[in-house]
């Protein structure tokens, strides 16, 4: 370590935990990180699975931020410490919450302190489906179509859907939001002690790629556009924002109150926030035309292009926006609404049974019981994967869709549901394991070729997250898949990296992203390279899952 060293701090706010990663930003190298699961999340709290509703309390946030911080700076010496110069933050989205006119949402105020309505709607809650049809219909004829720059479809999983939705379901809150605010704007905010809301400093990649900003159309659509599709929209629009900024830009100085409780200086500069997967990007030093896959409880695809004069509007994904990712370059989004989901999904269904015959058996003690159920629940995944490798590609005729969260791109429905079909007496645990492993696959070939088909080529794939690291299986399957090698980060923290790297931007260690980039950015530790006689025999199923997926979306559109 050298004394002239500078250090920042990287938080990623995922769906499930927080993350924290101290880095020297003068050579890169990661020194410490610190995980903070959900308390309220993990016990289920204001979440109703079966009725798409997935709801975070800000206090999540706030215990995890703390909890991360306070544990990295007590393992570490007061001259680091006082070297620590920045803070940049990534969170899920599109996450938003209603707040008052001082930026406080609602569920830290007593009277809201239980309502879900009133807390973050998690990226992953589609309540919002009938607003976002609306959202579409009134576009389709509206003089600009302001989704245009959003793959030209609306999804539930964005800011206006669910700000719509909750608007309509429970007055009260209605009535006590005085605007609303993305989870990635809402920390900075908290850290540098915001209390006007009209001066928060609100995320590009958020606004551009959720909330149907661009600055062609002057910022967001203008109110009477909100007021045709419901009044009770009349005036949002002019108390939430119409300039944006990018990560490299700094959000303030952290107050006095945080930096004593997380043990940091007092001239800690905040860069503004962002969506994880797009700082994840920076974090793996993205290059123009590599898709950047961060593969955790969904999948999300992030590409970087050169600007160009007339820019070419891509059909289906989740927007392009200038800046979003990096500082003047064009950024792309993709992705798959579950990824991980899926096999957890697969995962707690086999264990159901084991859990309650386990837990009411009199042949063992309490103990025992524990014991047996944590073994079984760390095991099951693995066995599945080693047994699921075994069998040919395509199993024995079981054939899934990845849409048990309905389908984010290409194309986005959430009304679509997932399916496993060719069931027969023959079907094992293994055989529909492998089976959902391939329709995530699958799920994944359709976004690169959809990029493709709109003149967009992909040179190359990389892999973040931990999917990506500890499943060799899966990895493989995807490389075979897609026909493109595919590298692995060797950071297990490549969004706190990203996150980081925007931090040592903001507080001036660095001049421009791409010089932080160069330097602070993670190193990849492995390679899938695609088998030749497995890319064929994938073609041939992809097929068949294509042919499926045709059938099985046609149904369900005629059904609603």
């Given amino acids: 370590m ?12 995922g769906s499930d935990s927080v993350r924290s990663l101290l880095v020297n930003a003068t050579t890169g190298k990661e020194l410490v990180s610190s995980v903070h699961y959900y308390k309220r999340w993990h016990d289920g709290n204001y979440c109703k699975p079966s009725e798409n509703q997935f709801r975070q309390h800000p206090l999540d946030y706030i215990e995890g931020l703390e909890k991360t911080i306070t544990e990295i700076t007590t393992k570490i010496s007061q001259e680091i410490i006082s070297n620590i110069v920045g803070i940049g933050v990534d969170t899920t989205g599109s996450t938003p919450v209603a707040v008052n006119q001082f930026g406080t949402p609602l569920s830290l105020i007593p009277e809201f302190s239980d309502n879900p309505n009133a807390m973050f709607v998690l990226w992953k809650d589609h309540t919002a489906i009938k607003e976002a049809e609306e959202i579409n219909k009134l576009c389709s004829k509206w003089p600009i179509d302001y989704t245009k720059y959003e793959g030209g479809i609306y999804s539930s999983e964005w800011f206006w859907s669910k700000i719509l939705h909750i608007s309509r379901v429970d007055k009260k809150v209605f009535e006590a939001a005085y605007s609303w605010v993305e989870h990635c704007d809402w920390i900075p905010f908290l850290l540098t002690g915001g209390t006007d809301i009209s001066k928060m400093k609100r995320s590009r990649c958020a606004a551009g790629h959720k909330a149907m900003w661009h600055e062609s159309f002057g910022g967001l659509p203008p109110n009477d556009f909100f007021v045709a599709l419901d009044p009770v929209l009349d005036g949002l629009a002019d108390r939430l924002y119409k300039d944006t900024y990018t990560s490299d830009i700094s959000a303030g ?9 997380l043990g940091l200086p007092s001239n800690v500069q905040v860069a503004v926030g962002a969506f994880d997967c797009h700082v994840g990007a920076v974090g793996v030093n993205i290059e123009p035309y590599y898709l950047t896959k961060v593969m955790g409880t969904s999948t999300c695809d992030i590409l970087v292009i050169p600007n160009t004069k007339k820019e070419h509007l891509v059909k289906g994904i989740c927007g392009q926006v200038d800046g979003s990712v990096i500082p003047r370059m064009l950024g792309l989004e993709a992705g798959q609404s579950a990824f991980g989901d899926i096999y957890a999904w697969y995962n707690n269904l086999l264990l159901w049974p084991i859990k309650e015959l386990i837990s009411k058996s009199s042949l063992i003690d309490e103990s025992t019981k524990e014991k047996l159920i944590s073994e079984t629940l760390s095991n099951l995944i693995p066995e599945l994967t080693h047994a699921a490798s075994l069998e040919p590609i395509g199993a024995s005729g079981e054939l899934a869709l990845d849409w048990m969260n309905g389908r984010r791109t290409p194309d986005a429905n959430q009304n679509l549901k997932g399916l496993i079909s060719g069931i027969n007496l023959g079907s094992t645990s293994p055989k529909i394991f492998r089976a959902l492993v391939e329709a995530s696959c699958f799920g994944a070939k359709k976004i690169v070729d959809r990029f493709e088909s709109e003149n967009i080529p992909i040179k190359g794939v990389i892999a973040i997250g931990g999917i990506a690291q500890k499943s060799p299986f ?3 399957m995807m490389s075979d898949v897609l026909n493109i090698p595919i590298k692995v980060v060797k950071s297990e923290q490549a969004c706190a990296l990203g996150a980081a790297i925007f931090g040592a931007v903001a507080s001036n260690v660095y001049k421009d992203t791409f010089e932080a ?11 899938y390279e695609p088998i030749t ?11 068949k899952y294509s042919q499926l997926a045709v059938s099985v979306e046609n149904h369900i559109r005629k059904s609603i």
């Fill in 2 to 13: 050298n004394s002239m060293d500078k250090y920042t701090i990287g938080v990623d706010f």
């Fill in 253 to 261: 100085v952290i107050t006095e109150e945080w930096s004593k409780r």
């Fill in 474 to 476: 899966i990895m493989q």
């Fill in 517 to 527: 980039m160069n330097t602070m950015g993670s190193p990849f530790e492995k390679v």
């Fill in 533 to 543: 006689e497995n890319v064929l025999a994938y073609q041939y199923v992809y097929e």
